[in-house]
């Protein structure tokens, strides 16, 4: 195990008592979920069919990591 | 990452995609090598894109493509800007105008590259997780005043119905307490207990995962509940030679880590044999940077915080993990 400098330590959160303020702190607000209401598809395969079943042309959003999830 | 606040926030940004187009999200990595007719149908709207045929300062594919059933690309760009997003919407609609709707069919399934598993991974019987991860308040606060305060991220947990099930004890009793087993805990510890919070990062290496135990207790027996508690702590080191700016030079002697104490509130229906509540937190402080992650700005120890909860059974939250899957499954470390 790695000797840690003792400002690298956590610092003593009472995780029991802050618990739901911590959860609620760390997950998305809604309007930072905004970008969810956009009705994506996960394939583009699946995307292609559908578009050309639709008559609408695809938008791809790719970045190197999942849109969806971590990039 | 911040184009999800940035660009794809913006309400005109919302409606022109929903209702002009088909949108689609995935990850490019894959696309722009798998030897599938995915793969090659991305490459060939990419190498009509903004950044066809380019090899420096890296090959990415990365951005917003709008293109027809067949291929044709209509416009691209690779931007946060919402400005310029409405932009290259409108010249791609006007093009789509142009040219109208193809007609050639096409086949409704392909034989998919083996390497990249993907969904097909995707445990419909075990436990699937939403993973954020947040910049926790700092004492002394010296962060610019823009986008890096606000950063979050997200991921997605996996886990197989076994590692599921090796959760709970064969006969839970109010008091039990014992050690998460080790296949579990290394899946939380070296794929997601990570500094990704304005971008991605590496996952820790097994020898990087230099102290980590995590316990449960049984709190109580409420049939068919059983109501449990999880907690532990992990610290993260990695030491090496790596550049924390995406395309900087290397420096040697360079140190990350991420020491965290972790509890949770979980909650088993025996009836249904799935967890219904599963919130966990880690908080601790991360230090140092890696290329993507955008740190270069922020390596001394700050408090991190990473919350799980359980996700939604629908295709948007049937996202894999941004492990490499292969690793992600791997075997535990015997020892």
Redesign the interface.
Known sequence: ??E?HA?????V?S??EE?DA??A????KP??L???????????????????E?????????????????? | MASRELAFSDPRVIRLISERFIPVAENCSPLQVQQDAKGEFFRKVAEQGHYAGRTVPSATRQGQYACTPDGTLLASINTREAEKLLGMLDQALQRWQALGSPTEPIPESYAPDPRFPGLSLYPHDGLVLRVYSRDLPRAVDTRPADWRVRAVNYDFAWFTRDEMLSLLPPRPHEGQRYAVPWPVVRRLARFHLLDNVRGETPAWKEDEVRAAAMMIEVVAVEPPLVHLRLDGTVLNVARGTWAVRPFYEKYPDMERGYHCRLYGCLTFDQAQQRFVRFDVLAVGDRWGGTEHNVRWDDLDPAPLGIAFELAGDVPQERIPPHANLWDYFGPPRVS
């Open positions: 195990m790695t840690v400002q690298q330590r956590p610092r959160h995780l029991e618990f911590l959860h702190f760390i997950r998305p309007e930072e905004r970008w969810t209401a956009i009705p994506w598809e996960t394939d583009l395969w699946a995307a292609r069919r559908k578009a050309q639709a008559g609408k042309p695809i938008f791809l959003w790719a970045m190197n990591g999942h849109p969806l999830g971590c990039v």
